[in-house]
């Protein structure tokens, strides 16, 4: 299976996507990658995420999902993912089958394949939401249940489309505009499936500017690094905090991912050379209005002196979009919006 997986993972990076793009019409539609968005597709939802504050926030009644139950098949651990699922098919009056560690709970213990379990998964709801160890799944997955929506939330070190969502979605919300922003990524480009879809997303718009800032051995593969920068995102790598621009609009902090090295000892090769946010930091680096966002879990990136700086949103905004932008995807995808 592994292997089936990563023929699909090349696939999706050396081919077009055309037909799978979204073009303004979300409704049945998989969603596997980032780059199926176009900035207009962008706009709808932040609209419909607009209005899902609303009913979020007010606690508003809904029944745009009424009758409609989502598989929420996660073999990966996850907190803000599952949860913010959940809520949102919840909040919109549907109903959720939740399947945490198949391995262990499924029939996926007894030997079962992917694409079977998938099919199963199928039969009994209206959408699946994905987490998978290993890159390529969520592609594979939408291949095998076509007659509903795949939704991919996270498949290895390769994508995190809906996490790049409420990332968006938080930096519009702050500067009125995805364009002409300089940001800075640290911690772990090579592994962070959320930097990777997060680094398609601001390629789709003109003149963005980013620094990863990362210890050498994680820097990005060069295949992703070209293709980025064949977009037009314009990226400087760098190794130390001394070489932070001071003009960022924001920062994006992630945590060294443990599960995708191969042995402890490569883990711990790296981390000590790991960076980490202090108000320090800030002082010296950062401007007054810009954002520091983590997609969490904060694993040794974020001290929490800086929790109370007003330029954290990582417990703050940046958590609460997860919820709309998953509301309105869901209803763009299922419902009746
Ligand atoms: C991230 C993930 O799972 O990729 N978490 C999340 O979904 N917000 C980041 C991480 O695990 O480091």
């Not at 996507?17 to 199926?36: C, P």
């Not at 417990?315 to 009746?336: D, E, P, V």
């Amino acid at each position: 299976m592994q292997q089936v997986l990563s023929q699909t993972h090349n696939d999706v990076k050396v081919h077009s996507n055309e037909a799978r793009m979204i073009h303004g019409n979300f409704t049945g539609k998989a969603i596997v990658s980032l780059d199926q968005f176009s900035t207009e597709d962008f706009r709808l939802l932040f609209l419909l995420a607009n209005e899902m504050k609303r009913i979020a926030v007010n606690k508003e009644p809904s029944d745009i999902l009424a009758g409609q139950i989502v598989s929420l098949l996660f073999f990966e651990p996850s907190s803000r993912t599952f949860g913010s699922f959940a809520a949102a098919v919840k909040r919109l009056g549907g109903q959720t089958l939740d399947i945490q560690n198949p391995e262990t709970v499924s029939s996926v213990s007894k030997g079962e394949t992917f694409e079977d379990t998938i099919r199963v998964f199928e039969a009994y709801s209206n959408a699946i939401v994905l987490r998978h160890k290993v890159a390529g799944s969520a592609r594979l997955a939408a291949d095998t249940a076509t007659s509903i929506p795949v939704i991919n939330a996270g498949d290895g070190n390769n994508e995190h489309p809906t996490q790049t969502l409420l990332d968006l979605y938080t930096m519009f919300e702050k500067f009125g505009r995805l364009n002409n922003l300089t940001g800075l990524f640290a911690g772990d480009p090579l592994n962070s499936r959320t930097i990777h879809s997060l680094l398609r997303g601001l390629s789709l718009f003109a003149n963005n500017t980013v620094y990863l800032l990362s210890p050498e051995q994680l820097r990005l593969s060069r295949e992703d690094y070209l293709y980025y920068t064949s977009r037009g995102l314009r990226i400087l790598e760098i190794t130390s905090e001394n070489d932070i621009p001071t003009d960022c609009d924001f920062w994006y902090w992630t945590r060294i991912q443990r599960e995708r090295f191969a042995t402890i000892e490569e883990y711990n090769d790296v981390v000590k050379d790991k960076f980490v946010v202090t108000p320090e930091l800030l002082d010296t680096y950062a401007r007054k209005d810009m954002i520091l966002m983590d997609p969490l879990p904060r694993v040794g990136t974020i001290d929490p002196a800086v929790d109370a700086d007003e330029r954290a949103v990582y417990l703050r905004s940046q958590i609460r979009n997860g919820l709309y932008t998953r509301m309105a995807l869901l209803a763009l995808l299922l419902g009746k919006a």
